[in-house]
């Protein structure tokens, strides 16, 4: 049982836009903690591709974008390719777990 | 380059123990905490303990909390989770992680080994 809570699954034909939702509480996002994203390709190791709420690591592309607005942050996939899909788990720390949280996790499908 | 390998899964009956080791090459260990997170069979990233770069400072998930047990041996590069009174939800593959400080005081996990497999079953 996961604090932080994601759809199941999100899907968009290749070139659409798609957002992915991270719904947490006061003590977590709404506490301003950092969210961070990873996105794990099948049978792959997470990779990450937000940090600190919208920041791009090095190589990620532009199509990947963060925002946090209360207890909530998003992650938005724009002009979507078949290699995006994968799933997303939206990541932060809580303070009244003492502790870092994963989302519930988030499929993505390309039509 | 970066990388980061655990050992010592395996098959183990509810109640046993089990230590397992994720040894680290290609980075300086010592200027990294780390991190441990398990993902069961067809399940989401679970986060279960990070220990700070001395090992000052350890913290656990409260579903470990008692029974698991995180360190480090910066002069061996390797990190090391015991633990004990395993059960059935237990199972999963259990990954090591790398913390990495992006700036303005923002830290994210950049690098995971594979895993290891533990299961727990009778």
């Known amino acids: 049982h996961s604090v932080l809570t994601q759809p199941p699954s999100v899907s968009g034909a290749p070139g659409q836009r798609v957002t992915i939702s991270c719904t947490g509480s006061?003590?977590?996002?709404?506490?301003?903690?950092?969210v961070h994203w990873y996105q794990q390709l099948p049978g792959t190791v997470p990779k990450l591709v937000i940090y600190?709420?919208?920041n791009r690591p090095s190589g990620v592309p532009d199509r990947f974008s963060g925002s946090k607005s209360g207890t909530s942050a998003s992650l938005a996939i724009t002009g979507l390719r078949a290699e995006d899909e994968a799933d997303y788990y939206c990541?932060?720390?809580?303070?009244?777990?003492?502790?870092?949280?994963f989302g519930t996790g988030t499929t993505v499908t390309v039509l | 380059q970066v990388n980061l390998v655990e050992s010592g899964g395996g098959v183990v009956r509810p109640g046993g123990s089990l230590r397992l080791s994720c040894e680290v090459s290609?980075?300086?260990?010592?200027?990294?905490?780390m991190h441990w997170v398990r993902q069961a069979p067809g399940k989401g990233l679970e986060w279960l303990a990070i220990?700070?770069?001395?090992?000052?400072?350890?913290?656990?998930a409260d579903s470990v909390k008692g029974r698991f047990t995180i360190s480090r041996d910066n002069f061996k590069n390797t990190l090391y989770l015991q633990m004990i009174s395993l059960t059935i939800e237990d199972t999963a593959v259990y990954h090591c992680?790398?913390?990495?400080?992006f700036g303005s005081g923002s830290y994210a996990i950049d690098f995971w080994g594979q895993g290891t497999l533990v299961t727990v079953s009778a």
């Open positions: 990541q932060s720390y809580d303070s009244r777990l003492n502790g870092y949280v």
């Open positions: 006061s003590s977590n996002i709404g506490a301003d903690y950092d």
């Open positions: 220990i700070s770069e001395n090992e000052n400072t350890k913290y656990y």
């Open positions: 992680a790398r913390r990495t400080y």
């Open positions: 600190a709420d919208k």
């Open positions: 290609g980075f300086t260990f010592s200027s990294h905490a």
